[in-house]
């Protein structure tokens, strides 16, 4: 059994910040790449950043526009995301998503969480 679990979503203003964690937990050989996405009312679910767990490379979406850090935990199990000078238009439910073998698997599988609210408002 895996699971993903996110945590540090809430009610910030304008400008705030806010730090997003994400933890994978259960039976796992090893951890691909983490990554956040963001489903915003009336728009697709976009990528905001992923980093991949095995080679600390990153990439970030174009919206993100250097307000944004992704970077790894403790273990190659914890991603976490600062967020920085947020807009009303961040507003929305952030998603972390996974891609891990899990032990005694050769096969890549993913992984969402159930995903935390952000809300960005005066």
């Known amino acids: 059994q895996v699971q993903v679990v996110e945590s540090g979503g809430g009610l910030v203003q304008p400008g705030g910040s806010l730090k997003l964690s994400c933890e994978v937990r259960?039976?796992?050989?090893?951890?691909?790449?983490m990554a956040w996405y963001r489903q915003v009312p009336g728009i697709q679910r976009e990528l905001i950043a992923e980093?991949?767990?095995?080679?600390?490379?990153?990439s970030y979406g174009d919206f993100v526009k250097g307000r944004f850090r992704i970077s790894g935990g403790t273990t190659k199990k914890l991603m976490n995301l600062d967020m920085n000078n947020l807009e009303t238009e961040d507003t929305g439910v952030y998603f972390c998503?996974?891609?891990?073998?899990?032990?005694?698997?050769?096969?890549?599988?993913?992984?969402w969480g159930q995903g935390t609210q952000v809300t960005v408002a005066s």
């Open positions: 980093l991949n767990q095995q080679n600390g490379q990153t």
């Open positions: 998503n996974v891609h891990l073998f899990r032990s005694g698997s050769r096969t890549r599988a993913t992984y």
């Open positions: 259960g039976d796992v050989a090893s951890v691909i790449v």
